[in-house]
């Protein structure tokens, strides 16, 4: 399996820019995580999916952030308009979920620089 | 979820036992305990997981105390490239998959 897959892996942006960031979790994983990775916050966990679905977004920073995850094997993230401040690494991970104890495979992550 | 505590930072000489504490006193009974790793400038990667009893995989073994108040990750023969920013999390297994990271400690596994 290849694993969970993010793309783009690196984007610079100006600000105000929309931004879109998309992950492919892997096969016949139902739960979908969207983290965000910064040096004074560390992890923190946006969003998730369970079997599609937004269970928590408790984690979304501001109406700036929107997620997606039209079918099981695509999700996005989206900042809109992006700000500074939102220059981090953006990890998305996926895991088996429910019934599971939870193992969470991570993605490469996405390094986001708004200039 | 309970909250954790553990060292900010540990160095280990290769070649030897790494054993990396963690404090979860507040666990409750249908809590596990994680132990996740992210070696520098990759995404998390889950090591071991454990309820009451001690676990071994290839990569690790995890002791948990009798009370469950606190455990220990053991890296038998570290090596370089164990260098890395350890998680240890708490949390219910469930259909509420939430996985939420601490600070970690950084171990420095040095020649």
């Known amino acids: 399996d290849a694993g969970v897959i993010q793309s783009p892996r690196h984007e610079v942006t100006e600000m105000g820019q929309e931004v879109t960031l998309r992950c492919k979790p892997i096969?016949?994983?139902?739960?979908l995580f969207w983290y965000r990775q910064t040096m004074m916050r560390g992890l923190e966990l946006l969003i998730y999916?369970?079997?599609?679905?937004?269970?928590?977004d408790s984690g979304m920073p501001e109406d700036r952030f929107s997620a997606k995850m039209p079918n099981a094997s695509f999700s996005t993230l989206k900042i809109q308009p992006s700000e500074p401040r939102d220059s981090a690494v953006y990890f998305c991970a996926s895991s088996l979920g429910a019934a599971y104890t939870g193992e969470l495979f991570f993605g490469e992550g996405s390094r986001l620089t708004v200039l | 979820d309970a909250k954790t505590t553990q060292p900010p930072s540990m160095d280990c000489a290769e070649g030897r036992a790494a054993n990396l504490p963690c404090n979860h006193s507040?666990?409750?009974?249908?809590?596990?305990v994680y132990w996740y790793r992210q070696i520098h400038s990759q995404g998390p990667q889950y090591i071991i997981h454990g309820l009451k009893n001690n676990e071994t995989n290839e990569m690790a073994s995890l002791i948990i105390t009798e009370d469950r108040k606190s455990s220990t990750l053991i890296l038998p023969h570290a090596t370089l490239r164990d260098t890395a920013v350890y998680y240890c999390i708490v949390r219910v297994a469930g259909n509420t998959d939430k996985l939420i990271f601490g600070t970690g400690t950084r171990l420095q596994v040095f020649p």
């Open positions: 507040t666990i409750s009974g249908n809590e596990y």
């Open positions: 999916f369970n079997n599609n679905v937004p269970i928590d």
């Open positions: 096969s016949g994983h139902n739960s």
